[in-house]
């Protein structure tokens, strides 16, 4: 078979397995299994915390030990078992043990997934800088066909999204060993564990433009799950006021908007580095998350539906211009000798702390606006969040320094 479609293949099935439940598990866990906000939030932090160490740890095994598709394969696996177990759970503890093992599986693949697909392009004589995107979009197609599936089945509130997942898991865990082989490299080419972990990186923090940064990549990476978290149980509160429409129907379609928003915001990231700079296609990232989050306060799914797909569509800007331009600045401010540690680096931050401190302090402000009955103050919660936003938007441009020049910007995002 072509490799460009064995490669589709894989990158579809990597994000089918967290399209599954990564936006409906949290109103699973709220709706069905009964938990609190903070435990909810706690859950979802659990990536964060995978976050932190173990893309590094199963990097260097993969760099010295054992080949990655291999790698990726057990990974995938165990995973794919671990969410079977928690198909199963009912209690908070017992839950949250099994999702912070299943987080320690799945977040390594990410990487060990993108490195087997610049393995095989490679070997194969294609250029990876032009081949590859076109791949990695199958990811987020598959996310999108993952939540579509949850939803018409109706497993948007069972668990039977977690069966999906990990059966899907364990099919890619076994089609990854079908791979062309990646064996670990040579001794003098292996990264070690703080390059990986984009320890070594730190010492950009000594440059006042790059610390502000790196700190508010923290505070906006805190925002990047909070819509997964509670968006499908928001949903599912309007169930006694407008039990027939379509957002409460179909949860899960409607926010997957979201992500298709994604894929089409990730083609104008060139055009808007090139015209506007760093600086300012941050803080529409920033200035996107507070309409994000306030077009989910005062919108509904009866007659303010369009306020939420506006809400869906707008998240495109704010996830990608965030994550996606932060990535292309560091690679352009960091050493050539650093760069895979300065990358390391904002994943820390973003993915790591960010996503940890996100979901834990989620939960608490979720659970403030609880009633003792349970009743959950949505337009409260959602205003919290886009409050939260706002002072990063006005903060940001008065601390972060930097001047934009359009003829050093074309090289990297050419490239």
Request: glycine residues 10%.
């Amino acid at each position: 078979m072509n490799i460009k479609l064995r490669l589709v293949a894989m990158n579809f099935l990597q994000f089918f397995i967290w399209g599954s439940w990564l936006i409906s598990l949290g109103g699973y866990m709220i709706v069905t299994l009964k938990f609190t906000g903070v435990e909810v939030g706690s859950i979802f932090a659990t990536m964060g915390i995978a976050s932190l160490f173990m893309p590094a740890v199963m990097g260097i095994i993969s760099d010295r030990f054992v080949n990655a598709e291999k790698v990726l394969g057990i990974s995938h696996i165990v995973g794919g078992l671990l969410l079977f177990t928690a198909s199963g759970i009912k209690d908070y503890p017992s839950l949250y043990i099994i999702m912070l093992f299943n987080s320690m599986a799945y977040m390594p693949t990410i990487a060990l997934a993108n490195t087997v697909s610049y393995n095989a392009l490679e070997k194969s004589g294609l250029d990876i800088m032009k081949s590859f995107p076109p791949i990695r979009v199958w990811g987020t197609i598959g996310f999108i066909c993952a939540m579509w599936m949850v939803d018409f089945m109706g497993a948007t509130k069972s668990p039977v999204q977690l069966y999906i997942a990990g059966g899907s898991a364990i099919l890619l865990g076994l089609y990854s060993f079908t791979m062309p082989k990646r064996p670990p490299l040579k001794p003098g080419d292996a990264r070690s564990f703080a390059t990986t972990l984009g320890l070594d990186a730190f010492i950009l923090f000594r440059s006042k433009k790059m610390a502000v940064f790196f700190i508010f990549s923290m505070f906006l990476g805190a925002a990047l799950q909070v819509t997964n978290l509670f968006g499908g149980s928001f949903l599912d509160d309007f169930k006694g006021r407008f039990p027939d429409s379509f957002g409460v129907q179909h949860p899960n379609l409607l926010l997957s908007i979201s992500q298709i928003s994604e894929t089409l915001f990730i083609l104008t990231i060139p055009f808007f580095l090139q015209k506007f700079g760093i600086k300012k296609v941050m803080l529409f990232s920033i200035v996107a998350w507070v309409f994000r989050f306030g077009l989910f306060g005062i919108g509904d799914p009866d007659k303010g539906l369009f306020l939420l797909v506006l809400s869906m569509i707008i998240y495109g800007m704010a996830f990608d211009f965030f994550n996606i331009s932060g990535s292309l600045f560091v690679e352009k401010e960091a050493d050539i000798k650093m760069r895979a540690s300065a990358q390391g680096l904002f994943m820390l931050m973003t993915n790591g702390l960010g996503a940890f401190f996100g979901g834990i302090l989620s939960g608490w402000v979720v659970d403030f606006f609880t009633s003792p009955n349970g009743i959950r103050n949505w337009q409260n919660i959602w205003f919290t969040f886009a409050g939260y936003a706002l002072v990063l938007a006005i903060a940001f441009p008065l601390i972060f320094k930097y001047k934009h020049d359009r003829n050093a910007v074309r090289g990297p995002v050419a490239h």
